[in-house]
């Protein structure tokens, strides 16, 4: 019982801080036409934003992941917290689009730095199935922020100014620095590595270098990096679809996209379950199948016909659904080859899931035409290199190897 209450609690404390992403992203969603009227920019120069921060995360998380592995995991989280705080207090007074871009890279290099550590206390903790399922709890909980953050959003449009946003995002984040200071223990083990072997440029170079020498994990690497860029192809331009091309107001904005963000909540707790019968790689496969038919039906319907909004919002429900079924699971996969790099290896799959996530929201920006056609192919290409991926896997169980 003291062990299940443990990983439930230790999951609770690492979802708030993984949130912290999911925050900084959808909280100003409903504010970016706001934003780029205070600015005097447009709205696609906003919208570049969302890219921006998830290659800062990606870059923030490259950076920090090695250190955790050298530095303990508390020490790098608080400091990447500190950056995420001053940039949003920053951010909440800038008057420049420029300023504003330079900004939102800083605030995610922060993020990136903090959340890096959560996967890897993880797997400093828990191992196969057992990882899955913490995983899996994280991931639901954690999909709360995406569900109330453009509520949150638009709540302080209404009574205050998109400035206040940001001061929000101040104050999570001090209240994260509060919760690791006090309540969250140190997982890494020292006894077990040798932090000072080398110098840090060397440290950095051996620890990537051990991650990509697990050739096993890649695969599971690359699935989620598919899944990640037709998540945020659907991110980017969530402010276009439901208020410029379905002309849904920004009231009604945070109901649509919590109606279908919320299904990777329910998609979450039925992996729970699945996981005490199911081979996780198993799980994977029917999901990366379904999200391939979700897709393409999709894509199929923004060219055969005038798409409307709700069947629109049923299709991105069914896609979105499937993606509560990867992360956790693929996460565990790729953790299982990896022994005490935990940091090192966790930095590398966040980077490369968010950077893909960067790339595709970006090229959608980039190919935007005024129609969902460009959202509807990315997001099928994405589910077809992550179907075949995941179906060249070969069906055994990974074993834990040291890094």
């Given amino acids: 019982m003291s062990d299940f209450f443990s990983k439930h609690s230790l999951a609770l404390k690492l979802a708030a801080l993984v949130a912290i992403t999911p925050l900084a992203i959808d909280t100003y969603l409903p504010a970016i036409p706001t934003i780029a009227d205070n600015l005097q920019t447009d709205i696609s120069t906003i919208n570049l934003t969302v890219s921006i921060y998830l290659l800062g995360f990606a870059l923030g998380q490259i950076i920090g992941g090695p250190l955790s592995d050298r530095l303990g995991r508390k020490p790098v989280a608080i400091i990447g917290l500190l950056i995420f705080l001053v940039s949003s207090l920053a951010i909440s007074q800038v008057n420049d689009a420029t300023w504003f871009l330079i900004l939102r890279f800083f605030q995610a290099l922060g993020g990136g730095h903090a959340s890096v550590v ?20 994280i991931g639901m909980i954690m999909m709360i922020a995406p569900l109330a953050a453009p509520a949150i959003g638009s709540g302080f449009l209404v009574f205050l100014d998109w400035n206040a946003i940001f001061l929000f995002l101040a104050g999570y984040a001090a209240l994260l620095l509060w919760m690791l200071s006090f309540s969250l223990e140190e997982t890494r083990d020292s006894s077990s590595t040798s932090p000072h072997q080398h110098s840090l440029l060397k440290h950095y170079w051996h620890s990537y270098a051990a991650v990509f020498r697990a050739k096993a994990s890649l695969p599971h690497l690359i699935s989620q990096a598919c899944v990640s860029g037709i998540l945020f192809t659907l991110i980017t331009n969530a402010s276009f679809i439901y208020i410029d ?59 055969a016909a005038e798409p409307q909004l709700w069947v629109t919002v049923v299709f991105f429900a069914l896609i979105v659904t499937t993606m509560g079924f990867s992360y956790s699971n693929n996460m565990s996969l790729y953790l299982d080859h990896h022994g005490q790099a935990g940091g090192s ?20 920006s980039f190919l935007h035409d005024g129609t969902l056609l460009p959202v509807g192919l990315l997001m099928l290409i994405g589910s077809l290199c992550n179907f075949v991926v995941l179906s060249r896997v070969k069906n055994t169980v990974a074993q834990s190897t040291p890094a």
């Fill in 118 to 137: 959560a996967g890897a206390m993880v797997r400093d903790r828990f191992k196969g199935q057992e990882s899955a399922k913490v995983f899996s709890t």
């Fill in 245 to 303: 091309y379905f002309e849904v107001t920004a009231t009604a904005f945070p109901l649509f996209f919590a109606a279908v963000t919320g299904c990777s909540v329910i998609a979450g707790r039925v992996n729970l379950h699945l996981l005490r019968k199911h081979e996780r790689l198993l799980i994977l496969r029917k999901a990366s199948l379904l999200q391939l038919f979700a897709t393409a039906s999709l894509g199929l319907y923004v060219v």
């Fill in 345 to 364: 290896a966790n930095a590398i799959f966040g980077c490369s899931t968010f950077t893909a996530g960067a790339l595709l929201g970006g090229l959608s």
